[in-house]
């Protein structure tokens, strides 16, 4: 038995306990504490500081929603550091407030915090090295075939990623809980699409996002960060559509998947931008947008789709974007056309060395996601 493999078994034990640990404290709590907690819980205070997202306190057993954290960056081509965002997102959540205009007592929506697994962030601290070194000889002009067993390494230690994400994620919707997922990079939500497809025969995904992610194994690795949107087509069947918004940063091979395969619409942002230019209002886009969705929608929310003002540090950052309050619009837009939103990732977070800002911006749309997928309908 290799290191992957054991890291595979300790990742899937883990996970089992921790879940049923939390499950028996839900139970005592529920039975002994809830009443007081909540009469205690003063949403208009200070935020707390407690280890969850947006210190709210609500745990796994009693959740609407459960938020899972993915701190991966191993295939990270440019600057790494996105497997520090889901902790940097709880660090500076309680910052945020728990109020909405558009969804009534807000803070009331269960939103659990499923622990960081630290047996991942232990792979994915040592399959980083090894993937630097991957893309390095690449860039050295080094044959492939000198690093072909690291690269194997590295897909090896992809699969136990998306393996520990699928796990998760099936074994928590067949709990009947919603789950927004959070990286890491954007090579992260593959299990948990997969997992969703097992419940669902159909669905689209509004992708916002720099990049259209549709190179086919990107720098040799087959879950690669660059490739998600062409895993997602080539290997879930059960996505009929691919919406693209604010793209800006593709090759030639991607622009022709784009324009060439009837499951993908592509809203660049040029286009974005021209529609605005030539007279269109954002809300008018924004039904155009939607309108190529089919009932069941999942939302892959790279950071990175935003105006980079608004993500300087994030791993692959590009000039253009949207703003914040464009995307917040369209998000709005989305919840009261009647579309059915099953679930959401939001990846690419990554900390700043001096400041929250990053984790701050993707506090708040995190919160906000998390609230319309509470109150989709």
């Known amino acids: 038995m290799d290191g992957v493999d054991k890291i595979h078994i300790f990742v899937l034990l883990s996970y089992r306990l921790v879940y049923s640990f939390q499950n028996f404290c839900g139970i005592l709590r529920k039975k002994y504490f809830v009443s007081d907690l909540m009469n205690r819980f003063d949403p208009n205070g200070a935020g707390v500081s407690n280890g969850n997202y947006f210190g709210l306190p609500y745990t796994l057993e009693e959740s609407d929603i459960v938020v899972v954290s993915v701190p991966w960056d191993v295939t990270t081509s440019y600057m790494s550091g996105t497997s520090g965002g889901p902790r940097a997102i709880i660090d500076a959540s309680p910052q945020i407030e728990l109020f909405d205009p558009e969804v009534e007592k807000a803070w009331s929506v269960k939103i659990a915090t499923f622990p960081i697994d630290h047996n991942i962030c232990r792979l994915n601290e040592k399959t980083r090295k090894v993937a630097e ?24 230690a992809s699969e136990v990623m998306n393996g520990y994400v699928y796990g998760i994620t099936s074994d928590l919707l067949s709990k009947g809980k919603k789950i927004a997922l959070v990286g890491g990079e954007h090579s992260v939500p593959f299990g948990y699409i997969r997992a969703l ?87 008018n ?5 939607i309108s190529t969705l089919p009932e069941n929608v999942y939302i892959s ?45 939001l990846c690419e977070v990554a900390p700043g060395e001096n400041n929250e800002w990053d984790a701050n911006v993707g506090a708040r749309l995190l919160f906000k996601l998390c609230l319309y997928l509470q109150t989709d309908k």
């Open 133 to 156: 070194e991957v893309i390095g000889a690449l860039e050295r002009g080094i044959p492939q075939e000198q690093t072909s067993d690291k690269a194997a390494e590295v897909n090896a």
């Open 197 to 283: 497809a097992e419940k669902y025969s159909t669905f689209g995904i509004l992708h916002i996002d720099a990049h259209a992610d549709l190179r086919k194994a990107y720098e040799r690795f087959e879950y690669s960060h660059a490739s998600i949107m062409y895993n997602v087509l080539d290997k879930i069947p059960q996505v009929t559509g691919i919406c693209q918004v604010a793209v800006r940063d593709f090759c030639e091979a991607e622009h022709r998947i784009m324009k060439e395969d009837g499951r993908v619409q592509a809203f660049t942002a040029a286009e974005l931008d021209s529609l605005e230019f030539t007279g269109s209002c954002w809300d």
């Open 301 to 345: 929310f790279d950071i990175d789709g935003l105006d980079p003002k608004l993500c300087p540090n994030t791993g692959t950052p590009v000039p253009g974007g949207l703003s914040y309050g464009k995307v917040s619009y369209l998000f709005s837009k989305l919840r009261r056309s009647g579309k059915n939103l099953i679930g959401f990732d």
């Open 285 to 289: 886009i924004c039904d155009r947008i």
